[in-house]
């Protein structure tokens, strides 16, 4: 079971971006899903999370400007960037609070992290 993300990518400010965060491996279902990000020099922060019925948080800093979602069938995640600033820049990581395979239950799961750069 692992989460792969992708999507990143360099764009101007005020552009848009979509990331992807597929799940693989034999999977029965997935708790809440998020999506952090870790700035050069910063500490991983929480960008936006969604749980397995559709509800959504978002931090402050997004709000209005991210889109996340999720596609149950697919155990795959989004995350739909518009407005982007270059203080968004950073490697954007997808976790998974845990996720169901079978008899196994995997705790706090995480992708590779995708960069995503925004130019001024």
């Known amino acids: 079971v692992q989460l792969q993300a992708s999507g990143g990518g360099l764009v101007q400010a005020g552009g848009s971006l979509r990331l992807s965060c597929a799940a693989s491996g034999s999977i029965s279902s997935i708790t809440t899903l998020g999506w952090y990000r870790q700035a050069p020099g910063k500490q991983r922060e929480l960008v936006a999370q969604i749980t397995k019925d559709g509800t959504t948080n978002y931090e402050d800093f997004v709000k209005g400007r991210f889109t996340i979602s999720r596609d149950n069938n697919k155990n795959t995640m989004y995350l739909q960037m518009n407005s982007l600033k270059p203080e968004d820049t950073a490697v954007y990581y997808c976790?998974?609070?845990?996720?169901?395979?079978?008899?196994?239950?995997?705790?706090?799961?995480w992708g590779q992290g995708t960069q995503v750069t925004v130019s001024s």
């Open positions: 976790n998974a609070d845990r996720i169901y395979s079978g008899f196994r239950v995997y705790s706090s799961v």
